[in-house]
């Protein structure tokens, strides 16, 4: 059975430096018909507008005809209309979708049961071609971004497409993955930042890697070679519990380098390190401390906590001491007083003394 391309794009799915990615999944097609679904923006009130500029750039930039299929609602559908939709990607060789919400696609797209429709065109020899908010439907799990970034809901995971089965991964899909718009608060891993992403990894089941594609990056999986390539800006990354690895962009490499490698027992988390996970590093938890942010006092609390348990008989406080002097010190040179204050003052509740002196900062354990 012929098989298709089934491709991961991080972000910028219209930029220049992704033409050409599109350019190769339809070279490699005896006949396009193309397809975008307009689910994932089909809340908002300009679809005409976005599905309109998707249509001009295929055709200026990739001198293709593509169709947008209105599919913002699925309750509105009639049977007949379901089943004209069905046929339509069915029939299709090229399946877009892009940027939007997650939680609205999955929606619409779960009771649809639209993994269905795209196994089809892969089978066929077909492309499918997801980025951006369309990309994190597809995993095993999808992270409801909007509502975690914007409206600060609970932790949660919703149940995804699972397509990444069809090529043996157990994995959820996160894009923007090196995302830095926060400047000066973490926004990588689409927005959720480290600390939310390693919860939210702790509450899947064991087994369950978290596939990340940077932005302007995309990553092709070839179901007949059984190989992935990378191509972009960035990288990929694969990431299960404490054990990570990227595949740099340029390169192709077989998919059993991922189905192969490594599954860890899951930690439990009890108290703070259901916030900020027990895996995070002192340097780490330094890191989300010096970027601020909503998290940088889970942080702090969990290094606090790390220092007061140290010392004689316990574990060395070096790395984590030095790690809270390390953010106190970038607090001193961006003129955060009260920051810099407040590092101080918790590592001397922590039963550590601080002295600040002509040629740096210098720590002793209290020993009274």
Known sequence: MTKGVLAILGSGETAPGMTKVHRELLSRLDEVRAVNLDTPY??????????????????????????????????????VEKELLHQQIKESTYVFAGPGSPTYALNQWKPFELQNDLIHVLSQGGSVCFSSAAALTIGAFTAPIYEIYKA???????????LMSLIGLNCVVIPHFDNKEGENYDTRFCYLGEVRLTTLETQLPEGTATLGVDEHTAVLFDLASETFSVTGKGDVHWRINNYGRTFTSGNTFPMSELSTLPSVTKPSVSGVAEVVPAELSPLKLANIVELGGSDKDVALARLVELASKSGEGLIDPTEIVNSILKARIRARSDANYILADQLRDLLINAGILVNDGPTGTTWELNKN
């Open 42 to 79: 089909g809340f908002q009130l300009n679809v005409p507008q976005m599905s309109q500029k998707l249509a001009d750039y295929f055709q200026v930039s990739l001198q293709t005809k593509i169709t947008s299929l209105p599919f913002s609602s699925f309750s509105s559908l009639s049977g």
């Open 152 to 162: 600060g809901s609970e932790l949660y995971w919703l149940e995804g497409l699972n």
